[in-house]
T-cell receptor
Framework: AQKVTQAQTEISVVEKEDVTLDCVYETRDTTYYLFWYKQPPSGELVFLIRRNSFDEQNEISGRYSWNFQKSTSSFNFTITASQVVDSAVYFCALSDNFNKFYFGSGTKLNVKP | ETGVTQSPTHLIKTRGQQVTLRCSSQSGHNTVSWYQQALGQGPQFIFQYYREEENGRGNFPPRFSGLQFPNYSSELNVNALELDDSALYLC?????????????FGPGTRLTVT
């Protein structure tokens, strides 16, 4: 069975601090895909990144970076120099080869000025 | 390029009633998935439609049903509404075929059952 765990329910930081959101997944599939989505208060899920199970290369996009480690089944997300606009709920998701998504319970990030 | 749209935005129904939610997929996408997101939770997969056929279902009872039309738009129907059905219902569309394509989500329909 597929499962995604986001143990951090809520995190509060002060603007310009770095913050890491944790994601641990479970799957028996050898081919799978991992995603991060952002859900601002408006409710619409916004795609941030996709990683397939064969690509463990870390990725950096501006202030965002992702660390994928198959050995620990983790796909963590770091925001560097956080800003108030980063405040949102962040979801990690696992997709099987049939494009069905399994979401974690989300981490609410509060960035205070 | 038109994104995923959903209607209505908000809906209030009474327990026992039936409801239909609608979704228009993004241009070029023929796969539509529906999710239920309870307050404070992550989205839960309800089912997926690919080329008008159901292509997988989550752990939801048969009173949750769906349709996909030739233009790839979709409907989610819920019969015999229960209080626990109150949630944000999200529709997502994706590119055809293979796994791993990011799903593009609509703004959701907020359903309240009283």
């Amino acid at each position: 069975a597929q499962k995604v765990t986001q143990a951090q329910t809520e995190i509060s930081v002060v603007e310009k601090e770095d913050v890491t959101l944790d994601c641990v997944y479970e799957t028996r599939d050898t081919t799978y895909y991992l995603f991060w989505y952002k859900q601002p208060p408006s409710g619409e899920l916004v795609f941030l990144i996709r990683r397939n199970s064969f690509d463990e290369q870390n990725e950096i996009s501006g202030r965002y970076s992702w660390n994928f480690q198959k050995s620990t089944s983790s796909f963590n997300f770091t925001i560097t120099a956080s800003q108030v606009v980063d405040s949102a709920v962040y979801f990690c998701a696992l997709s099987d080869n049939f494009n069905k998504f399994y979401f974690g319970s989300g981490t609410k990030l509060n960035v205070k000025p | 390029e038109t994104g995923v749209t959903q209607s209505p935005t908000h809906l209030i129904k009474t327990r026992g009633q039936q409801v239909t939610l609608r979704c228009s997929s993004q241009s070029g996408h023929n796969t539509v998935s529906w999710y239920q997101q309870a307050l404070g939770q992550g989205p839960q997969f309800i089912f997926q439609y690919y080329r008008e056929e159901e292509n997988g279902r989550g752990n939801f009872p048969p009173r949750f049903s769906g349709l996909q039309f030739p233009n790839y738009s979709s409907e989610l129907n819920v019969n015999a509404l229960e209080l626990d059905d109150s949630a944000l219902y999200l529709c997502a569309s994706s590119s055809p075929g293979q796994g791993g394509y990011e799903q593009y989500f609509g703004p959701g329909t907020r359903l309240t059952v009283t």
